[in-house]
């Protein structure tokens, strides 16, 4: 190979952190791939934009033809976003026989298995680690790495600008729209933060590694999404008291042929290894049958991680172009779909509710759990300022969702409960 062609599409903060490495590490990627890489081409929306990267004006364009039909261009670099229209050009791009690396889960999580089918076809490969926990190299972990075991767990912090959020609200009291304007400075959120905060970012990431984890297609519909806009302050301060941290954890879990995948809001024991994962930091705790437990650890967002992600997978790329295997390393799916049903997915649950302070109350209350077989580890009854009125806090011990959900339904319609605050799936356990 004389050299390595690329076209960029996008050069926003991914975008300009693949323009430095490329740069800045030439050295090396020549030495793992023996010839020198360079980009050729790069699609913008608009070419007048200040950038965080110098780059020279001709490589510029606002035309995608002039990336994606360009016959010399041998790598496809996807750092833009979007999805039906990015599709569209990475079709394109895969018919001319260019080899794609992209960054956007967005496309992956709906789209990935008719992509990553027409790349096999094509003779291309698709890569893309930095869709999901940014520089962990988490895909090529589960991948190659773990590929002989059978995973049974994975429960990630995969998304970096609500586990910012998190660490700055409930270690510096701070206000969630100033941290979530600091994250969107930083580069953490995405142009909209709804996805971020909504919980819709990390189940795209939990739907993708799901189903390279379990082999399985899960589809972005099957994950159960709750996000970290209703935390309150008094949520998090609960949780301190009673041992635990708040996190937005993805969790996919598998038993026998049945899996689930949720991502919400989750109070973890603090001896959990998931809870010292701070600020923008991600983690993937992973459990194989014959490894055990593992975790991986980095970076979830921004400029230069996600970037050394993307460039990775070129030289993935690169690599496979030597050995004369590209399009042959995406695996099809093992297993059909399979998914738990509310009864066969069991948690532990922490409820915040307010009633009124009446005889009998509390014992209501009680039954209504013990008539479902749902027993408490904690439970606290507290006066509020408002006259008459209480907040009992619980924490449940082991319960299938089915069992907790009518819970819900039976408190709500019972007349001195005023109403539940707040409820969240609880994980490990905290000894008096
Ligand atoms: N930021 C992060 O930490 C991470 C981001 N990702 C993913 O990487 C991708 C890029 O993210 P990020 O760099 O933050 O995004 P930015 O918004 O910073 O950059 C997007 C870039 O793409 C260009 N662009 C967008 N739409 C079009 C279009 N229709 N036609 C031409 N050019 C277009 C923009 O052009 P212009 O500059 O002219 O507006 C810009 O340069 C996304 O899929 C994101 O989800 C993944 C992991 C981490
Ligand atoms: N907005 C995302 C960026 C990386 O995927 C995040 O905050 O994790
Ligand atoms: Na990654």
Known sequence: ?????????????????????????QDKLMHQVGCPVSIKKILVKDVHKQRAVEVDSSLVTTDP??????????VIIEVMGGVEETKEYLLT????????????????AVYGPELLAVASQYGCDLFYEASVAGGIPILRGLADGLSSDRITKMMGIVNGTTN?????????????????????ELGYAESD????????????????????????NIDLDDVKVKGISSITEEDLAYGKQFGYCMKLIGIAERDGEKVEVSVQPTLLAKSHPLASVQDEYNAVY?????????????????SMPTATAVVSDVVGVMKNMRLGVNGKSAVTPQYDKKLKSADEIFSKYFMRIHVKDQVGVFANITSIFSDHHVSFEKILQLPLEEEGMAEIVVVTHKAALSDYENILVQLRDLEPVHTIKSSYRVEGSVKA
Request: proline letters at 2%.
């Open 93 to 108: 791009a895969l018919k001319n026989r260019k080899h794609v690396v992209t960054a956007n889960k967005d496309l992956m």
């Open 286 to 302: 992973v459990y194989g049958e014959a490894v055990g437990e593992t975790m991986f650890y980095g970076p979830g967002a921004g």
């Open 164 to 184: 910012f959020i998190l660490t700055k609200m409930s270690q510096q009291g701070l206000a969630y729209e100033d941290v979530l304007k600091e994250a969107q």
């Open 65 to 74: 033809d002039e990336v994606i039909n360009d016959a010399d261009i041998d």
């Open 1 to 25: 190979m004389n050299g390595i062609s690329i076209g960029l599409l996008g050069l926003g903060t991914v975008g300009s952190g693949v323009v430095k490495i490329i740069k800045n590490h």
């Open 193 to 216: 933060p709804t996805a971020d905060v909504e919980g819709l970012d990390a189940a795209r990431k939990m739907a993708i590694l799901s189903t390279l984890g379990f082999s399985m």
